[in-house]
Every structure is written in structure tokens, then in C-alpha cells.
């Protein structure tokens, strides 16, 4: 067996390089941690994000309603069906208002337009406003904000629908 | 008093170099500031002409900007309750505060203007060539910090302008793919602007930025030292007669960078005193106002955004630009051109020739965009069509005007890359100007000024 001789300089250099790299690894390591979006200061550990919307009934077919709180419009749809659509235009992030005399959302950043259901009727937004979970127990509406369910196009299973219906 | 003498002597201790005759410029060593400097540089690298006076703006800017930037943090506030108050407490109730509050801004914007002006003025009088390539790297990243700082700074004040301008410039990271909206939730802390993106922001405005451009900055200066001072201009096929007939940097250099410096103050204060820096209402994160833009300097992006697939207008676009300016000075050209502006007479005509052509493309295709094409086809932007065929077909601009160039007008290397230098960068001017003066509300073209 033919082996190459390291002489004590070069092998003292190596290791001392390969520890510096450890040390660089490990100061990353501790940036990527440091820099890790947090939960904000002034928040609560759980935070509720189960919105209690109302009652089935208080929301007529066909409209739309704003819950600043929970950042979402709730839209009841004409078949009676709920759909809680995130307020923000999926092209570059701005509110999107309701217009209720054209019954659909136009953004004012770059003029994209949604309709009731959220589906894009106008570029530039490449897909449809995104859903936050809908839950309707002993007639009351529910929405968790926690989850945002992305989705590029309206599906009619997308809603949920009060028991009676 | 002895006391005041030896202490004055201590400070400006005699150079080994210096001897005791006044007018021997060796005795300049002696002074910390002017030791940066060579004692002698040559007559002709005096041309207002060559650099006009750009560089000296730009270092000037950023000093006003730094001594400005001081003074606000004593003022603002960083957290979204109470930046926008203090603002208005800074324009309201501290004496010069609005004035110190404009002086910054336009110092800011100012200072985009120099240090791109510079740029184009180290290309077209080739000054990026050997020995100075490096440079030309490290001055493409110390105009990277200045955008930065530009960004960073736009959304402190907290009112609507500046929230949405940083949420849509921001969400353009999402059509980055796979690591787009990672990086987006770390710079802004958060899902959307709030608390930590202020937090973020101040810290990278007035820690972290200012801190690179301490460091880069003297790298950039000592590399103009290291290629013995800057490029000296030249007419067309002029030789330089060698060697160069030198003058003393005092008070020949000196007191020609003392003057512009006072014009550049009296520039931005008198600006300062007509003009205020623009403040809306607070930022309210329930109502994005119409139209809503980027920061001025991001419009050209925004432009593209108008007409491409996000994909391309966030990435793929931006990050062909940047590899070209990088490669810029590693391209092996044939003629030397340094200090001669444009290259040749002949090349003069080809970059004149190709910004015409640019700005006549680019209006062409923006209003082919949105009064033919995009209104025949009202659907979401699509990979292919939107992106890279559009991609593909300017790829093909660049490569024909370069080719023609070349081979029917015979133009040499370097002539024909400043054609395509050219026909970019006037595009993209065209782009922001049309995006920063002609979109108003719903991004709908019109005078918008």
C-alpha cells in the first residue's frame, strides 16, 4: 500500500481550514435563525383565528360581506353557498374592493377583476383570490383565517352549504 | 499658550517625504484628507467634459445624505403607530424639519440620477476596460446598495404612497418559483408589511447600507489609484502624447471639486426649499389607492410587468440585464477605445442611431400591447405567449441589431455591443417614463404628470 505522506504543516493547515468552514457553517446557521420571520411580539402564543361570522340567514343570497378583522369578504352565492375570499388581488398583493352596482371586485393597483366567486373575469391576476376554510355549525357561519387555501380557478365543491339546503 | 502648539504640531506631524519647500506639493502628505489623493495628476484628467463632475456629485450626495440621515433618526419613529406621526411632527413642529426632511429625499433621488449617469459615462467613454474591469463590478454593486437604500428608505415614512409601492414591489417575489415567497416572508417578517418590515427596513437603511457603502465605496476609489487615476479623454484616433504634461492636485484638482461641491449643495438645497418631499395619508392596509405605483425608479419593471409574463418581468428579465452588465467589461474587444466618447465618430452615429430605435420600439410595442393585443385577449398571462415568446423576440432585437451592425455597417466590436447597450438601456428609460408619466388610473395609458 503506496500512502501519501501529509507532513504535520499541511495537515495542521487542513484541519484549521476545515474548522473554519465548521465555524462559517455554524455562524449561517445562527443568521438563517436569527432572521426567521417570527411570531410578532404583541401576539398571543395561540392566536384565534376562527372568525364567527354570523347567522346563515343574515346574509342574503348573491352578496358579499366585509370582515375587516378577519382580513376576508364572505360571498353567499346564489345556490346559498359560502365562500370566504382572501382581500387581497392575487397580482401583486393590493386590497381588492367589492363593487356591489357591478357585483364583482376590481382592483385599483393594476384593474384586475373578479366576480363573485372569486374567479379572475380580467388579467393581469394570473388565478383566482384565494379561499379561507368555511364552517357551518348549528347554522352559524364559521371562517378560520389561519389557512389560506390557494387555488387557481372556482370550483363549485370550493363552497360550503348550510345543512337545510 | 506652548500647550495649544505642541498639540497642534502633534496633529500635522511632518511627512519623511515632505522637506520644508511651500511649494514642493510633497507637503500635501501631511494632510490626512489629501493623502488619499496623488500629489500630481495629469492636466487632461482635469476635462469637465470626460466626467462631469458626476462621481464628485455622487460622494457629495452621500455625504449630505448621511449627515440628513443623522439627524432624522433623532426624530423617527420606527414602529407603524408612530412613523407617520413622526413625520408630521418632523415637518410640523422641529425647526428646518421639513426642509431636513426634503433635503434627504432629493439628495436620495439625486444621488439614483449621479450614480446612473456616472455609469453610463464610464461606458460610452469606455473607462471599463482593462485595468479598470473590476471597477466596473464593484461600481455595478455600489449602485445596487443606492437602489437599496432608495427602497428601504421609500416605505419609513408609512403612508399610503410608500406601504403599497414596498406590498406590490415586494409581491413581485412571488412569481419568483420555489424560493420567491420564502424570501419575501424574510424581508418583509411577516406574510405582508407590518411591524417587522418596518423593523427590517429601518435597520438595513441606516445600519446595514450605509455600513457596505463605507467599506465599498474607498475599494472603489484606491482602484482608480491602483489604474493610475481615471480614463483620460481623447478625440477620435488621437494618440496620447506620452508622457502627460502633470499639474499639482492643490489647488488644481481641489479647488475644482471644492467648487461643484457647492454647487451641488446650492442645487439640492434650493430644490429643497420649493419642493416637499410627498407625504399622503397614513397607511391603511384596508384600501390600496388608485393608481398604485412602484417607487419611481422600479417603473420601468412595473412597464415590463404591464406587458409580460411575471415570471419573465421578475426574473428572468432583470436577471438577463445583470448578467450582461457584468459581463460587460470581461468581453475581449478589439480597438481601444478608452477616453474617446462613443468609441468613434461612427459609433456615435450607431448608439444615436439605435436610441432612436429604441424609443420608437418601445412606444411602438407598449401601445400595440394595450390597444391591439390585449384587448383581443382579455385572459390570465400565459407562460408562452406572454413570456417567452415576447422574451425570445427581443432576444432577437439585440442579437439582429448587434449582427447588423457587425457585418453591413462594419462596425467593430465595440461600436456594435454599445448599439445593444444602447437600444437596452434607452428602452428601459422609455419604459420608466412612460410608466412613471403616462399610467394613471387603473394603469390605464395616459398623461399622467
Known sequence: MEQEKISRRSFLNKLWMGLGVVAFAEFIVLLVAFFKPRKPRSAPQEQETVVLAGAVDNFERGSVTAFVRGKFYLARLDNGGFLALSR????????????SDENR????????????????????????LDLFEVRIENNLVNVDTGK??????????QAAYPKQA | MKIFQSVRSSIRSGSPYAGNDPDDPRKYLKNFLLHFR?????????????????????TVLLVLLMASGFLLKFVY???PVYAYDSIVHLGRDVPFGQLLRNMHRWSGYALLMTAFLHLLRVFYTSAFHAPRQFNWIIGLGLFTVIVLSNFTGYLLPWDQISYWAITISTSLLDYVPWIGTTIKSWILGGPEPGPATLMNFYAIHTAVLP????????FHFWRIRKANGIVIQRAPDEELPLPLPMVNTVPHLVSREIAMTFVVLAAILAVSMVFNAPLAEQANPGMSPNPTKAPWYFMGIQEILMHFHPLFAALIIPATLTAGLLYLPYISYDADTRGVWFCSRKGRK???????????????????????LSVNTPSPPNLVRNGLLPFLAMLAIGTGVYALA???????KNEAVQAVFTLVMVSFITLTVIGIWFRGAGMQLMWAG
Open chain 1, 148 to 157: 389560506r387555501i390557494k387555488r387557481t380557478s372556482f370550483e363549485p365543491n
Open chain 2, 211 to 218: 455600513v457596505m457603502l463605507l467599506f465599498a465605496l474607498p
Open chain 1, 105 to 128: 371586485f376590481v382592483c385599483p393597483c393594476h384593474s384586475s377583476v373578479f366576480d363573485i366567486n372569486g374567479d379572475v373575469v380580467d388579467p393581469p391576476a394570473p388565478r383566482a
Open chain 2, 406 to 412: 457587425r457585418r453591413r455597417l462594419a462596425a467593430s
Open chain 1, 88 to 99: 387581497t388581488c392575487t397580482h401583486l398583493g393590493c386590497t381588492v374592493p367589492w363593487v
Open chain 2, 350 to 372: 450607431l448608439a444615436f442611431l439605435a436610441a432612436v430605435v429604441a424609443i420608437a420600439l418601445t412606444v411602438g410595442l407598449v401601445l400595440l400591447d394595450d390597444l391591439v
Open chain 2, 38 to 58: 496623488p500629489t500630481a495628476v495629469p492636466e487632461r484628467a482635469l476635462s469637465f467634459t470626460l466626467t462631469w463632475a458626476l462621481g464628485l456629485a455622487s
Open chain 2, 77 to 79: 419613529e420606527p414602529t
